[in-house]
């Protein structure tokens, strides 16, 4: 079965920084990362398509964060600076965008269990 497992949360004063981390236990090509916090809707924050060299934000990013692979591509990273309150929530990785689905929509297969990040002010 196709595992996705998180890493890289936890607690930062706003203005840190945190780098997530998903290794997925196969070969994906997309990959994406979103967020849920309490009472809120899922929201994605970032996806990447290496091998098309695509990119995509959510406006809220504001220039903060980076997602990336590495040369496996089976392992995607988050690296979120200049942390805000507002980011706190669960973070989640995804994999393997269904054929004409949207990213932002959250049209994944597979979702790994999600790391929490907290961000203090």
């Known amino acids: 079965q196709v595992q996705l497992v998180e890493s890289g949360g936890g607690s930062v004063q706003a203005g840190g920084s945190l780098r997530l981390s998903c290794a997925a236990s196969?070969?994906?090509?997309?990959m994406a990362w979103f967020r849920q916090a309490p009472g809120k809707q899922r929201e994605g924050v970032a996806v990447?398509?290496?091998?098309?060299?695509?990119?995509d934000y959510a406006e809220f990013v504001e220039g903060r964060f980076t997602i990336s692979q590495d040369n496996t591509r089976k392992t995607v990273y988050l690296q979120m600076d200049n942390l805000k309150p507002e980011d706190t929530a669960m973070y989640y990785c995804?994999?393997?965008?269904?054929?004409?689905?949207?990213?932002?929509?959250?049209?994944?297969?597979?979702w790994g269990q999600g790391t929490q990040v907290t961000v203090s002010s």
């Open positions: 990447i398509r290496a091998a098309r060299n695509y990119r």
């Open positions: 196969v070969y994906t090509n997309y």
């Open positions: 995804a994999a393997d965008l269904i054929t004409g689905g949207s990213w932002r929509g959250g049209d994944f297969r597979y």
